[in-house]
Every structure is written in C-alpha cells, then in structure tokens.
C-alpha cells in the first residue's frame, strides 16, 4: 500500500494575480520560503523514502526544504510539472476570466484545452501515470512525497475519488498544502486534502480498526469506522 504525500509549493511573487504557468525562474517569495520550512517542519516526523519534484524551481525550492537533513535527493519528473497553459501564461487572472475558455475550465474542464498549450485532460493523464509508476518503482510499503502545482494535485485527487475531471474544481490545494492518499490493491484513500495543520499518517491497514482485521487494507470501514485516534 504505497502512501503518496501531494506537496503544492509555496507562494510566488506571481501566485494568485497572475497564471504563472510553466514561467522560467519563478522563485519562491519570502512568504513562500517561510511556508517551506513550516511545511518541512510539519513533516519532519514522516519517514520518507522518496521525495519526486516538479522541475519548475519554485516546487524544487519547496521540495528541497523538506529534504534537509533526510539525506534523500530530489529526483525530477516533468510528468508533474505545471499544466502547458500556452497563451495564457503570464496573464492576469482577472483578464482571463473574461475569456469565453474560462467558463469552460470551470464548468467543463475536461474539455479545455489552452490555446497553444495542454489540454487538462492530458494533465490528469500524465500526473496519474506518473503516480502509477512511482507506486510500483517504490513499493507498496513505501511512502513518498511528490511537490507539485495546484491543478496537477487536484487531477490527482479527482483520479483517486473516482470522479470526473469536469468535478476537479471542487478540490482546493492551497500554496504549501498537503494531501494524502493511500493506494490499496483494490482502490486509493484520500487521507488528507489541503491540510495545513499537523500531519500524521494512519497506520497501514487501520481502515477497519473496528469492524475485523483487514487483511488487504483495501476495504472501507462500513459505517465510517472508529477513526484513526
């Protein structure tokens, strides 16, 4: 049962007033360095056995302050890099919320493609098939973290749920959040979404503490179970 940690980078100069996209050298803000280290801080109990970044270097900063100390590189996958927004890229948000495609990723994402980039779609694909990989590169024992971008995470997350991708905008991962899933041999369990508070992980196989022993860890407690405290 591989435990996959989604890290959304820090704050930007760029973040919220303008789609920074897949924009060269978008660093890390004060704000955003300040949460880095507060997120390291809140993982610091969580053994990692593997840490995967996004290439674009305000993930690499990000995922570099929560490697400190664990003696584990940064490995880099372009399959979690920021969605290709093309033309849009490097505009303000309030200019394109003007623009007919606007509505569209709202309502209909899975039908948005971005002029001269990526289609969403195509963004969910590679993220999943990506997470597909590290699951069974690293073992089913394994725990990892992967630091990557807003829309990538909540493609993930909509993945994991079971849900259409045209749903995704009802998924919120906030600048230095962290959302948790569990892959079973039979289906993920979202442990944590935009959790900015403590972190902990559940025991593996605890999703049945009080209904039997679970061997598999793959079923769902019937009835909601007694929690993991």
Known sequence: MSTLLLLRHGLTEL???????????VHLDERGREQADRVAERLAGIALDAIVS????RCQETAQAVAAGRGLEIHSDERFIECGYGEWTGRKLAELAKEPLWQVVQAHPSAAVFPGGEALASVQ????RAVRDWNERLGEKATYLVCSHGDVIKAIVADAMGIHLDQFQRVTADPASVT??????????LLKLNETGNIALPEQGSADKDGGENITGSDAAVGGGAGTT
């Open 15 to 25: 973040t919220g007033p303008v789609l920074a996209g897949r924009t060269p050298g």
């Open 54 to 57: 996004s290439p674009l270097v």
């Open 125 to 128: 694909h590679r993220a999943v």
């Open 180 to 189: 948790i899933i569990r892959y079973t041999p039979i289906r993920p369990f």
